[in-house]
């Protein structure tokens, strides 16, 4: 046999296979290997080597003949071992490790959301925005603070629907407060959930009487806290709007004397005989001739000198002129100074009814002692005193004077009162002052007893002895509940 073809048989052939080596030195010497190449450097030449690299895998079957890969590792598949490959894709998403933002987790479309040169599909914060992905409820969007309006999981920063009333935010015109109806009352696209004055009037709704109808200058007549714009009572009289003779004029009785439908107090002629009230000289009763016989400027159908309102027998102007009440039936058969005639008769026999002063009493809250009060009852004004004196009388064994205080009359007329104990059984009441005020009817004094002696009895007081100035002596006080022909019985108690 002559493996090299020289000539020489192989038995006696120094270089079997030609390679220029001897056979003795050669590490293959039945394959020519003229560079004795031995990658693995285990003695046996590249050229004969069934396993060049010595990684164990025949190199036939070796996807890096040359170089040692025992695992075969071969991350992007493409047949070529990673430890020879020169185009290495370890993970083999088209992308060479060399420039991949995510070495061994693919990413193919290198997307880095945060730009921090690392790959959305390997970085554990994508956006950057210091809370890790899997916690992150927008993961590619930063939203630090992690707000949630509607609570749906997904933060506001990438909801598109932030409030969750199914309107996109782009389109809600209250994107973070629900308003699924999209509301908008003064249609200034901002919507009345999120509107702090929903009727556009410049009044902020907490401050707005009427928050959802424009009443820009808070109107409300009658001061019920609701504008008039949306009272359905704006006269605050107990009758709806709707229904109210006088809608903006208090009208509770709806009074409407000539039935025209207008209430008498919004109506501009209340007996509709075509006189406007106010130069109407029966303006609640119909004159449309304006007839005023007398020429007193009262019409005749209306004048008090020729009409008698409460049918007791004197006319108006009488009961008027003496202080009766010219709609109280009752008072002209009265005595109110007690000098034995009738009111009525007196007044339309011209005699004035004179002043009277009586008494009664108060509760003090103390059961040690007992209150009385002047009073004075003078209806016609020109009868009315400027300084009242009188003289009390009591029961000394029950009672003794302990002070006195003046009645507001008297403080309105501004007067002072002097009320001092005479003797045991008598108290004296003046009161009088530097201004010219007349008292008129009411509370004069209240005066204080202190209770004495034993039990519970009751006592009396009198009014013994008055004056009162300037009035002349013709119409000197006179005496009611109180004086010595009516006195004043006051209850103690036990």
């Known amino acids: 046999m002559d493996a090299d073809g020289d000539g020489d048989g192989a038995a006696c052939d120094a270089d079997d296979d030609g390679d220029g080596v001897n056979d003795a030195n050669d590490n293959c010497p039945g394959v020519a290997n003229q560079g004795q190449g031995d990658a693995d450097g285990d003695g046996i030449g590249d050229a004969c080597d069934s396993d ?44 060479d490790d060399g420039v991949d933002n995510c070495l061994g987790v693919q990413n193919a479309d290198q997307t880095d959301t945060d730009g921090d040169g690392q790959g959305d599909a390997c970085d554990a914060d994508d956006d950057d925005d210091g809370v890790a992905d899997g916690a992150d409820n927008c993961p590619f969007v930063a939203n630090q603070g992690q707000v949630d309006t509607n609570g749906d ?50 009044v902020d709704d907490g401050n707005d009487n009427c928050p959802v109808d424009p009443n820009a200058d808070q109107s409300d007549a009658d001061d019920d806290g609701l504008g008039d714009v949306c009272d359905p009572d704006r006269d605050g009289d107990g009758q709806d709007n709707g229904d109210d003779n006088c809608p903006d004029v208090a009208n509770a009785d709806q009074a409407d004397a000539n039935g025209d439908g207008e209430g008498d107090a919004c109506d501009p002629d209340i007996d509709g005989d075509g006189e406007l009230n106010g130069d109407d000289n029966c303006p609640n009763i119909a004159n449309p001739g304006q007839e005023d016989a007398d020429g007193d400027g009262f019409g005749d159908p209306c004048d008090p000198d020729n009409i008698d309102t409460d049918g007791d027998g004197v006319l108006d102007g009488v009961e008027i002129a003496c202080g009766l009440n010219p709609n109280d039936g009752d008072d002209a058969a009265l005595d109110y100074d007690h000098d034995g005639l009738a009111n009525g008769a007196e007044c339309t026999g011209g005699t004035p009814l004179l002043p009277v002063l009586f008494l009664t009493t108060f509760d003090t809250g103390d059961p040690n002692t007992v209150g009385v009060v002047v009073n004075l009852r003078q209806p016609v004004p020109g009868l009315q005193p400027e300084l009242v004196d009188a003289r009390i009388d009591f029961d000394d ?24 104990a005479l003797d045991a059984d008598t108290v004296r009441v003046t009161l009088t002052g530097f201004t010219l005020d007349t008292m008129a009817s009411g509370e004069l004094a209240r005066l204080t007893f202190d209770v004495v002696g034993n039990g519970g009895a009751d006592f009396t007081l009198d009014i013994v002895e008055t004056q009162m100035a300037p009035l002349p002596a013709q119409q000197a006080l006179t005496y009611g509940a109180g004086h010595p022909d009516e006195p004043l019985t006051v209850p103690v108690q036990q």
Not at 161 to 173: I, K, Q, R, S, T
Not at 174 to 197: F, S, Y
Not at 409 to 420: E, F, G, P, R
């Open 52 to 95: 060049g690299d010595n990684d164990g895998v025949d190199d036939a079957n070796d996807n890096c003949p040359a170089v040692a890969n025992p695992n075969q590792a071969d991350g992007d598949g493409d047949g070529v071992g990673d430890a020879c490959d020169q185009n290495q894709d370890g993970d083999g998403d088209g992308v």
């Open 397 to 420: 064994a029950r009672v003794a004077y302990g002070s006195g205080a003046r009645g507001q009359s008297a403080i309105d007329a501004q007067k002072d009162l002097l009320a001092v």
């Open 153 to 202: 999981g997904e933060g506001d920063a990438c909801d598109d629907d932030d409030d969750g009333d199914g309107e996109l935010d782009g389109a809600d015109n209250c994107p973070l407060i629900e308003n699924a109806l999209q509301l908008d009352l003064d249609g200034d696209g901002v919507g009345d959930a999120c509107d702090l004055d929903d009727d556009g009037d410049g």
